[in-house]
């Protein structure tokens, strides 16, 4: 894992976790302590804190190509950390080493060298649109592969430029509904009578689009002055801690007059009760996304969703029967499918039912977990047995 924050594709992971039914023991090894050790440990897995440096915990290419000095800096303890992975691979003898990130998927493929019978299998949650560094490096360890994952037909397309012809990635979309925690004690919010709310959700980071999102409420508030525009998560990605990117949305919120009607509510561990209260969900990333869990789990409660043509979006959504679809980046696009899906309960209604019927069927738990467990039963007859590394 490369972190041991709970995110989206954490959730995802120890979701498959608490689902399989398969007798296997699962180990995770994370690179810091927190939320998601404890989640997990709850699901029946044991965890192993393995620290990543700060250095290569903050890399990455999320918002551009890191320095050369920044990289320079991060090799001698990237490597620290693989030959840290190596050593516990010796010690645990793993029938199959699952990696889930970019940077655990390079860091398992060096640590596994010694290892050729230890299947790797890597989780792919990632593309690598934009992303010309890691591309580069997964050709050069993808051979280390054994077997793959995909959390949506996008990323497996992606992955094909880069793993080898023979290795096709099988998708397995992200799980849902599998309670992990509880609600938490987040303080409840309650609707008052007569607002209609607008909500993004997802991690506060530029690739999201928050920005159009704030644009299109300015339109959208204009004609509709009982809307109101949620902004759901905070910014939990090292690569960006410092960039105060909340700060600059509340500016923008400030310059377009729209300190009243928007609301920024942080981390929230009861998004599936606040989702009751919503009326619509906006997803209108300006970058990739490889699978989009906020999405997933708006159609999962019946709501209909907005989001960005593209990417992972167009496989979870029928554009005009299973939630609207419109241009990335096009504010009065967005505005204008904002302005007609307010007007028309009606239709709200009848897109909300059929994207839960859709989306619940392609990320059942106990369909997701039992393609998880052959992916693991597969991988695992790939390589010879194990031997002990010399």
Known sequence: MA??????????????????????????????????????????????????????????????LPSPAALARAVPPFWSAVTRVAALVQSLRPDVFVTNGIKPHVMGALALRKFPGVPLLWYLRDSLDGRRLSRVIFRRVAARCDAALAISEYVARDAATYLPPALRPTVVYNILGVPLDPEGDDEPIRKPEGELWFA?????????????????????????????????????????????????????????????????????????????????????????????????????????????????????????????????????????????????????????????TFITSITDPSTCAAAFDAALTRAASRRPPAVTAT
């Open 3 to 64: 972190t041991g924050r709970l995110g989206g594709a954490e959730r995802s992971m120890v979701s498959l976790i608490k689902s399989s039914t398969a007798t296997r023991r699962f180990t995770l090894l994370l690179p810091e302590p927190g939320e998601l050790g404890r989640v997990a440990a709850s699901a029946g897995a044991e965890t192993l804190v393995v620290p990543w440096p700060p250095r290569v915990i903050a890399l990455g290419e999320r918002s551009g």
């Open 200 to 356: 993004t959700i997802g991690g506060l980071t530029p690739l999201k689009g928050h920005d159009v999102f704030l644009k299109a409420a300015a339109i959208v508030r204009r004609e509709r002055p009982e809307a109101r525009f949620l902004i759901v998560g905070s910014n939990q990605y090292a690569p960006e801690q410092g960039r105060d990117y909340p700060g600059q949305l509340r500016a923008l919120a400030g310059r377009l007059q729209l300190e009243a009607v928007v609301r920024f509510l942080g981390q929230r561990h009861d998004v599936s009760r606040l989702l009751r209260q919503i009326d619509v969900v906006v997803q209108c990333n300006t970058a990739p996304e490889a699978f989009g869990r906020s999405v997933a789990e708006a159609m999962s409660a019946g709501l209909p969703v907005i989001a960005s043509r593209g990417w992972s979006f167009s496989e979870l959504i029928e554009d005009g029967r299973t939630g609207w679809l419109v241009a990335p980046g096009d504010v009065q696009a967005l505005a204008d499918r904002m302005l007609t899906a307010a007007s028309d309960p009606g239709t709200r209604r009848d897109i909300g039912g059929r994207a839960r």
